[in-house]
């Protein structure tokens, strides 16, 4: 781990937002923990406050005793609180791409390498999540986090914290990780029909079932669509041949931001991401443009995949 | 491509949490069984309403564990609380004080427990069950109590332990909470010894009367000593600094009876404090001693004849007999040192007078008995070695069940019945003397004790109790004489054994035979557990102001500053001790090739190229490797030795060293 300045030492954000974002994994140490009494650790202390008034009254030695013993445990909580999340090893996993507006999920790995079970963690990026993690173990969670713009989402400060043992303190501990994750423009709700192409010959009003006319098997490529691929053959063990059809030569089309309707580059690229899943889920192969961007006219998931993340960087 | 709905993710919000943990059924069992223990012994301090009330209240909360919709509502817990209300005004004891006070925390924890809608209501009704168990205290301050207690609030602390960590076994909560609950008793021990102890000022102490605790009464009549004899109950305890008396030199002194209307014996009106110079000369070698008075309701303090040397708050009144300026009610503990010779010298005008009152003229019949025995024509000497003769001679019983002698009791005892105990002996004796025109009267107090050969302390219990004769000789002062010694020399030899007692029966002189081998291990360990209350009693209950300060300076911590000091490293030093104890995390022993690759990967970290938790060796090395061509060779040949050593099974040491090598010489 890395060495703090005195003045990041000492820099308030620590206690709440966490250091500065990173990608290795993190190991919880006193650096990272801290504790504070909740109000009900507060309660508590009222509580010893008055006890001790009662001995005091009544010059009562178990009653002393008593009081005692419930500061001592009070103070030996701190201990116990800090034991339930130090050692602790956060690591960020993957995160896959999201269309704006749904929530994007990030998998966090946390590795309890030691031999105390984790009771009621909590975890926390926007949504409390809680969690036990057994002895010497390794789980994984999912956080989400709500996207609203296409682009690079980042997330925020992921917090774990823990009332263990007996809610009197909590324990919490900031981390940021560089968590991004990639958000794809929201499709357009309008179904609209695939633009024309003036280029290739095909009548207007053509069926958008490009899938009708069956024409031969061809062997399976990386990247044909995974509706195609004849699944009888595969079956009989012939191996992997996907299906061909008359239309998939002739009807390929354009999907092109000049031609995309809008008021604003938001309605369009919103537009053209609605007919890319569109066009990937008939099987018609379609070629991509955006000023600066040109993507042959293909079919499959890395095709999309380009596509969509041509849109959301745009 | 996955959609993920936030509502999925929305599923835990705090309310629902809260919600769960309230209808937590195991959570609640153990509340309110915790409860219900915490409570039970104010069965004998609480008023039977207010008991009644509060195990009503319980037991409904408990059906509604299970029976959600039979639980009071709004109005109908008010109705309660004005019930609860009238309940203690009913009861009316004052608003402050032990007794009042512990009813009202009784009835608001029972009217709390019906109105259980959050966590936060969890928290304050184990709160208040904190303060109930604290009240208890104030009865009782047993170790059994104590014991009770301690096991009671690890419960109570189980269930906290049980809220914080929803999938919790209730035992495993209840072995958390023990060993937290063991893990600060250290501290509470350092806080216990140097906190210091401040008396609280006046005001503050509220005036209660307790219960009448039982004693010596300050009359006697024969007959109504009997009840005390059977008692087993502690008087007081005493540890002599070297070595004890003998048996027949253990008179406790008490209070000392002159006056008597025939039936009963009182102590004279005017009782003065005795000049500190009109001291009786000493003789033979002293016996020191520490004096642990159990509370009593009378200010007497019973020292072994004849207390010389006291400090205050004890003081000597004009019978000799020790008085505390205290409060008796509580457990004192007294240094003194008595002399077992002693010679009182002359005696004064008031004395003689009281030592010579009878209530009218003596009949005949025991005028014919003094004269009988030489009353009236020989030396006081020889008269009462005559009359302890008489008692020994003649037909004379010792019983601690007397008839009943209402009318003219001596001389029914004397010529009638002839069975008596202490009071009855020591009265007749006491009266004959005076008729005889010599000096006498009575003295009550203990005699005996048994030895806890444990602790080498002897307990003094109200089976003890004793009446005896004090007779003015001349050039002698004041001499004892104990007319039930010669009646029952056994009484003052070897102790009455309690446990053989039978009501009704003469009493059983323990002889030493089989019998008595057969009570050894029950006597040993009743000695014990008398032994370790001893020392509870002296230590723990009893660690006041005065003893604090004694056992702090014997440490050399003599002012508050040294004990805040002492207080603040000693718990230092164990926090210090738990935070190894419970923060130490033994790492697990990582296998050396695991440990060398783990560096490696490190080694490419610094390039930004993180192993993922699940990713194979080989992804990992081909994934590199397109990043980082220039090194392709070396990552290829770690990853493969990597490989052979970690799963492979013909691996030779030399593999290792050559692991070893090449990922040491590994550079980025």
């Known amino acids: 781990m890395n060495r703090l300045s005195l003045k990041e030492r000492f820099q308030l954000s620590r206690f709440f937002s966490g250091e500065k974002a990173v990608d290795e994994p993190v190991k919880l140490t006193h650096r990272r923990i801290f504790i504070l009494p909740t109000y009900r650790g507060l309660n508590f202390a009222i509580l010893t406050a008055f006890l001790l008034l009662m001995a005091f009254v009544y010059n009562n030695n178990l009653v002393y005793l008593l009081t005692f013993l419930l500061a001592s445990i009070f103070f030996i909580t701190i201990l116990h609180s800090y034991k339930a999340l130090a050692g602790l090893v956060l690591q960020k996993g993957q995160s896959k791409p999201v269309f704006a507006g749904e929530a994007a999920g990030f998998t966090i790995y946390i590795n309890n390498p030691v031999d105390v079970e984790r009771f009621n963690l909590q975890i926390k990026l926007e949504q409390p999540e809680s969690l036990t993690i057994k002895p010497q173990s390794k789980t994984c969670v999912t956080l989400y986090s709500l996207t609203q713009k296409r682009g690079w989402h980042t997330a925020g400060t992921v917090t774990l914290s823990s009332t263990y043992p007996f809610g009197l303190f909590r324990v919490w501990s900031p981390i940021r990780f560089n968590l991004k994750a990639l958000v794809y423009p929201k499709p357009s709700l309008q179904e609209r029909p695939f633009p024309e192409m003036p280029s290739t010959n095909i009548q207007k009003g053509f069926s958008q079932k490009g899938t009708d006319d069956f024409y031969g098997l061809k062997g399976y490529q990386p990247g044909d669509s995974i509706k195609h691929i004849h699944w009888k053959a595969f079956a009989k063990g012939q191996g992997l041949f996907s299906k061909q059809y008359s239309s998939d030569s002739s009807e390929e089309i354009w999907l092109n931001y000049d031609n995309a309707p809008g008021h604003n580059t938001e309605e369009r690229l919103s537009q053209l991401c609605r007919w890319v899943i569109d066009a990937e889920r008939i099987g018609i192969p379609y070629g991509f443009s955006l000023p600066g961007l040109k993507l042959s006219p293909d079919n499959g998931t890395t095709h999309t995949r380009k596509c969509l993340e041509a849109l959301a960087l745009f | ?668």
């Open chain 2, 1 to 668: 491509m996955v959609r993920h709905t936030p509502e999925s993710v929305w599923k835990h919000s705090p309310c629902f949490k809260s919600m769960n943990s309230v209808q937590n059924k195991s959570i609640l069992i153990f509340l309110l069984a915790s409860i219900g223990l915490i409570a039970f012994p104010h069965i004998n301090h609480i008023p039977k309403a207010v008991f009644a009330f509060f195990y009503l209240l319980l037991s409904w909360r408990f059906i509604g564990i299970w029976k959600q919709n039979w639980l009071p509502n709004k109005p109908v817990i008010f109705l309660l609380t004005v019930c609860g209300l009238a309940l203690l005004y009913s009861q009316y004891h004052g608003v402050f004080g032990r007794d009042a006070g512990t009813r009202l925390f009784v009835t608001a924890l029972a009217l709390k427990l019906l109105e259980i809608k959050s966590e936060r209501d969890l928290y304050l009704i184990t709160y208040l069950a904190f303060i109930v168990a604290a009240s208890q205290f104030l009865y009782e301050q047993s170790l059994l109590m104590a014991a009770y207690i301690l096991f009671v609030c690890s419960i109570l602390l189980a269930t906290l332990v049980c809220l914080n960590s929803t999938k919790l076994q209730p035992f495993t909560a209840l072995k958390t909470a023990g060993i937290i609950l063991v893990q600060a008793i250290p501290m509470a021990v350092i806080l216990f010894i140097l906190f210091p102890r401040v008396e609280a000022p006046k005001w503050m102490l509220f005036n209660e009367k307790h219960q009448a605790k039982a004693g010596l009464s300050d009359s006697m009549e024969p007959g109504s000593i009997s009840d005390l004899g059977m008692s087993d109950e502690l008087v007081f305890r005493v540890k002599f600094t070297g070595a004890l008396p003998p048996p027949p030199q253990r008179y406790w002194r008490g209070p000392v009876l002159s006056y008597t209307d025939g039936k009963k014996w009182t102590q004279v009106k005017d009782l003065r404090f005795r000049p500190i110079l009109d001291k009786p000369v000493f003789t033979g070698l002293p016996y020191q001693y520490t004096l642990l008075m159990e509370p009593q309701d009378k200010n007497w303090v019973f020292a072994l004849e004849m207390p010389a040397d006291y400090a205050l708050p004890l003081s000597q009144n004009a019978n000799y007999q020790l008085v505390t300026l205290e409060n008796p009610d509580k457990r004192t503990e007294y240094k003194i040192t008595s002399y077992p010779g002693y010679n009182t010298g002359a005696i004064t005008r008031i004395e003689y007078k009281d030592a010579m009152q009878l209530p009218g003229d003596p009949s005949d019949k025991i005028k014919q008995l003094v004269k009988q025995l030489h009353g009236f024509d020989s030396t006081s000497d020889y008269f009462i070695n005559e009359l302890l003769n008489h008692f020994r001679k003649e037909d004379f019983h010792y019983t601690l069940t007397p008839p009943l002698m209402e009318e003219n009791p001596l001389e029914t005892f004397l010529f009638e019945t002839r069975y008596g105990f202490c009071s009855h002996y020591a009265a007749a004796f006491v009266y004959l003397l005076r008729v005889a025109n010599i000096p006498a009267r009575v003295v009550t107090g203990y005699q005996g004790g048994e030895l806890n050969k444990v602790g080498n302390f002897l307990e003094i219990r109200q089976a003890d109790a004793h009446a005896w004769a004090e007779v003015w000789l001349e050039n002698k002062g004041w001499v004892r004489f104990d007319p039930t010694a010669a009646i029952a020399p056994e009484r003052i030899e070897r102790n009455i054994n309690i446990d053989q007692l039978m009501p009704g029966g003469i009493i059983n002189y323990m002889p030493a035979d089989a019998a008595q081998a057969a009570f050894n291990w029950l006597k040993q360990s009743r000695q014990l557990w008398s032994n370790i209350d001893y020392h509870w009693q002296r230590w723990v209950i009893n660690y006041d102001n005065k003893n604090q300060s004694g056992f702090l300076s014997s440490l050399g911590i003599t002012d508050i500053k040294a004990m805040l000091y002492w207080m603040v490293g000693s718990i230092g030093l164990i926090t210090a001790l738990l935070s190894w104890l419970l923060l130490y995390q033994k790492q697990q022993a990582i296998d050396p090739v695991v440990r060398l690759y783990n560096r490696f990967c490190q080694k490419i970290a610094k390039r930004g190229l993180l192993r993922g938790p699940c990713e194979g060796a080989k992804d990992f090395a081909g994934r590199v490797k397109i990043k980082l061509p220039e090194k392709a060779t070396s990552i290829d040949q770690i990853t493969d030795l990597f490989i052979k050593l970690h799963y492979g099974k013909n691996s030779t040491p030399d593999d290792f060293k050559l692991f070893k090598k090449r990922v040491k010489s590994f550079k980025i």
